[in-house]
């Protein structure tokens, strides 16, 4: 099994900044993607980015310019930096990672628990 724990979220002013950072661990023989999803009230959980093991990355257009995906694969952590947040960007946000057990094994998708961003005056 692997365990996601994300941390960062909270309340900001429009314009302002978070940082989201979740970390992977528990029995994890390799990290194919790592990503972040968000889901706001009464709408569906979309993409805001992701990162492969090869450094390719894949934005939302919404966040493209503002949010900016990194990883630390020798700690199996993704961090999401946003900057110039806008209230549409409030929703719970959820760290998203596709990993694999063992050589060969199957490669398994694993959700965190989400953290709640805020964007409010």
């Known amino acids: 099994q692997v365990q996601l724990v994300e941390s960062g979220g909270g309340l900001v002013q429009p314009g302002g900044s978070l940082r989201l950072s979740c970390a992977a661990s528990g029995t994890i023989f390799s990290i194919n993607v790592m990503g972040w999803y968000r889901q706001a009230p009464g709408k569906q959980r979309e993409l805001v980015a992701t990162m492969t093991n090869g450094g390719s990355t894949t934005y939302a257009d919404s966040v493209k310019g503002r949010f900016t995906i990194s990883t630390d694969n020798a700690k199996n952590t993704v961090i999401l930096q946003m900057n110039s947040l806008k209230p549409e960007d409030a929703a719970v946000y959820y760290c998203?990672?596709?990993?694999?057990?063992?050589?060969?094994?199957?490669?398994?998708?694993?959700w965190g628990q989400g953290t709640q961003v805020t964007v409010s005056s």
């Open positions: 998203n990672v596709f990993s694999r057990q063992a050589k060969g094994g199957l490669i398994r998708m694993y």
